[in-house]
């Protein structure tokens, strides 16, 4: 009676959490903020967001590209009159700060006192078709930024309000698609791209799949536990002790204010199937006394006495696997980790909390097939363990070829990412992203600072002749397609005070042409063009422009020699630069992913190292611990080199993760040996009987894991994928190697000294 009292008291409590959890799981909310993929606490972070309040960030813009009818030209008046139509739509949302387009693109011409703006394009003017293509052309930065250079399409560029959260911004582009509708524009004939395209669909999809994934697990898991256990209360009280812990970590995670992104949506999934090992071991101990015979009280305690050590201990190793990811720079990995590490922990709590009350209040179960002599599954695994036995030069051999080759492999990994590098190449996003990069100037931002020497101008002559050459260097060597900075500024200045002539669009020849120039400058400096590249009172600059997304590597490359190039051409007394922006700070995740992963990776194989030393105090039982958790790990890196996957944000966590995953098996395989040497003196007798007591519980797990991360491989997202896929192999590879390397490495190393193994086990809570 006082047990089931004690059982009721636990249930209640863990309701009156639970309730609590669910109330901050109704505000969750979805988000997917480009921003936060910047490397937290960089001094380039710092950089550019004061860079940005100075000048605007450079992605809060759309891109919208216009095909022309099949046939037509983008100079047909009939397609340039619903260009027009739709720029003036756009121009009067709500949000939308600027817009640039064909048909507003103008000559300034300066007469007198005023500033008179003609049009590059009359469509109401059929007559003037010809001089008006003819003109276009002929003109700097019309061609391949507004109107493409087969004449076939156009882009209307509309600048948004800083930062614009989800919603305004899925409004504003729902306006947009419902005008390009009303307008005759169908669906193949316009795309858009930028950064509140991608917030859109990215958020979209992550509510999506999170739902068809965590659907999956259930019905896979479900259907895994059904035919391990055969009994409902094997199926379903899992389930609950899990289905707990998830909604204990999402609570946590939106109480701390923490929204759901690409990386923390993966949390759901990945507990639902790593949180079933700790009560999979428990019931499948359970079930095994009640089928010796023993009472339901006896064979609760003796599962949770003798689970109790090694579940501990892998929920340990596990929730520090997910730690190690602390620390990335990258937010959306930090949380991830921190957040899943903690659900971990409360999972184990739950699994030896709420799990042995409900058993407790359970009737004692009828078993399906009661035996008293051993199990269906001792049967196998005892041939399998006599077979590896048997062949263990060949297994031992076998693995050392494949970690050879592999380490070999490996090598090949390279670290490249792409700004859309989440999207599978055929996703219609990422299309239409390429058609940007094919028809007009790319949709990856350039960002440079220019700062005048002290005493300097950015208006002064010297300063506007290094900066012209730093352009030139840009569009003919970096492959900026469009650029735009103080230069330009002068340089339509100058034309527009000489009767707009394409003959005068250069800078000045003396400084007294400057002065007149700068001083007519005032005329222009409301034009929101103007204030993006310049500070009002002339102290800092601003060279943008926009190009291909060529891949980080390609675009490391092109920093580096930029940045030679600027060393070596630009005069520190007169001119001051600074590489800069969204892209650059995307590219310094780069530089630190390496590091990160390897810290991460290190800090993962000390800290088990240290458990084990400290639990064993044996310097064997560490390599036989690590060593068939490392070499999954190597085979999964070999088939990343082979397949040619390269390491990036997402695919950066997969090794420590999966590490910390793997090991679980090889410490509650270790732990339960441990109990059996305090019975069984012989140690071959003592492995073999472990591997049958375990061997089921291993398997089963294993299968779980596999097929739980197997069910990844159905996202949209590449990163998801892979990391569905690569922890997928490695859990497979592991499983095998648990159960072919581990025994073969106890018995070698272990073989006269038993003793070393043989050490009393803490209770549960010891």
């Not at 109330?23 to 937290?40: E, H, I, M, S």
């Not at 007519?520 to 400096?525: A, C, N, Q, T």
């Not at 980080?552 to 060393?567: E, G, Q, V, W």
């Not at 270790?670 to 007591?693: C, D, G, M, Q, W």
Request: contains cysteine; hydrophobic residues 45%; proline residues 5%.
């Amino acid at each position: 009676m006082p047990l089931r009292k004690l059982s009721y008291s636990v249930l209640f409590a863990l309701a009156l959490v639970s309730g609590l959890a669910l109330f901050f799981v109704a505000q969750l909310r979805f988000n997917y903020n480009f921003n936060d993929f910047y490397p937290a606490g960089d001094p380039d972070l710092d950089y550019y967001q004061q860079y940005s309040a100075r000048f605007g960030n450079d992605n809060d813009y759309v891109l919208l590209g216009l095909e022309a009818p099949k046939g037509q030209t983008v100079f047909e008046p009939t397609f340039l009159a619903r260009v027009d139509s739709l720029t003036r739509f756009i121009a009067q949302r709500r949000h939308v700060t600027q817009v640039s387009s064909p048909t507003t693109a103008s000559n300034p011409v300066v007469e007198g006192l005023g500033v008179f703006n003609i049009p590059y394009l009359n469509p109401k003017d059929p007559s003037r078709r010809a001089q008006d293509s003819t003109l276009v052309y002929r003109t700097p930065g019309l061609v391949g930024n507004l109107i493409s250079r087969d004449a076939r399409a156009v882009t209307v560029l509309f600048q948004t309000s800083p930062n614009l959260s989800k919603p305004p911004g899925d409004s504003l582009l729902a306006a947009v698609r419902t005008e390009l509708k009303r307008q005759g524009f169908p669906e193949y004939e316009y795309h858009m791209a930028g950064k509140m395209v991608a917030q859109s669909v990215f958020v979209d999809r992550l509510q999506m799949e999170l739902m068809v994934f965590m659907s999956l697990s259930v019905v896979l898991v479900t259907g895994l536990l059904w035919l391990t256990f055969r009994t409902w209360w094997g199926v379903v009280l899992p389930l609950v002790v899990v289905l707990g812990a998830i909604l204990w970590g999402l609570g946590l995670m939106s109480a701390c204010g923490v929204s759901i992104d690409l990386m923390t949506a993966l949390l759901p999934v990945m507990l639902f199937v790593v949180g079933m090992s700790d009560t999979i071991h428990i019931i499948t101990r359970y079930v095994t006394e009640l089928g010796y015979g023993a009472s339901k009280k006896d064979s609760l305690w003796i599962a949770l006495k003798e689970s109790g050590f090694g579940s501990g201990l892998s929920a340990l190793t596990t929730s520090i696997g997910f730690f190690t990811l602390m620390t990335s720079t990258i937010r959306p990995i930090y949380n991830f980790g921190l957040f899943t590490g903690i659900a971990v922990l409360l999972t184990f709590a739950l699994s030896f909390t709420l799990l042995p009350a409900m058993l407790l209040l359970l009737r004692k179960p009828q078993l399906r097939i009661p035996r008293e002599d051993g199990h269906s599954w001792d049967g196998v695994l005892g041939r399998l363990f006599r077979g590896v036995l048997a062949r263990r030069q060949w297994v031992v051999g076998i693995s050392a070829l494949l970690m050879i080759g592999s380490i070999a492999s490996a090598s090949r990994i390279r670290i490249n990412s792409a700004l859309l590098d989440d999207l599978s190449k055929n996703d219609p996003v990422k299309l239409d992203f390429q058609f940007f990069e094919r028809q007009f100037a790319g949709v990856r931002p350039f960002e440079l600072d220019l700062k005048p020497a002290p005493g300097r101008n950015i208006y002064d002559l010297a300063v506007l002749h290094e900066t012209e050459e730093i352009e030139t260097y840009l569009t003919e060597k970096f492959g900026l397609n469009f650029v735009a900075s103080p230069v330009t500024l002068v340089k339509s200045v100058r034309k527009a005070l000489n009767g707009g002539l394409l003959s005068e669009y250069r800078l000045p020849d003396s400084e007294a042409e400057l002065r007149r120039i700068t001083n007519k400058i005032k005329l222009f400096r409301k034009k929101p063009e103007f204030r993006a590249l310049v500070l009002p009172d002339g102290t800092e600059g601003r060279l943008t422009g926009r190009m291909p997304d060529v891949g980080s590597i390609r675009a490391d490359k092109l920093n580096a020699d930029l940045r030679t190039f600027l060393r070596q051409n630009t005069d520190p007394t007169i001119l001051q630069t600074r590489l800069t922006g969204s892209a650059n700070l995307i590219d310094k995740n780069n530089e630190n992913l390496t590091l990160n992963m390897i810290t991460g990776m290190t800090i993962d194989i000390v800290m088990v190292t240290l458990i084990v030393l400290a639990l064993f105090r044996s310097l064997r039982m560490t390599l036989v611990v690590l060593i068939p958790n490392l070499v999954p790990i190597l085979i999964v890196a070999g088939v990343m080199g082979l397949a040619g996957v390269s390491m990036k944000v997402s695919t950066s966590i997969i090794f420590t993760i999966a590490f910390g995953i793997a090991v679980d098996d090889t410490i509650h395989f270790i732990s339960k040996l441990k109990l059996t040497l305090l019975k069984e003196p012989n140690l071959f007798k003592a492995v073999r009987h472990t591997y049958l007591l375990a061997g089921k519980a291993v398997i089963v797990t294993s299968l779980i894991l596999v097929g739980g991360f197997s069910t990844l491989i159905f996202s949209s997202f590449d990163g998801t994928f892979y990391v569905g896929l690569l922890i997928g192999l490695t859990l497979l590879f592991g499983v095998v190697a648990e159960l072919t390397l581990l025994p073969i490495l106890i018995l070698a190393f272990y073989r006269h000294r038993p003793k070393e193994i043989r050490q009393p086990v803490p209770a549960l809570g010891g």
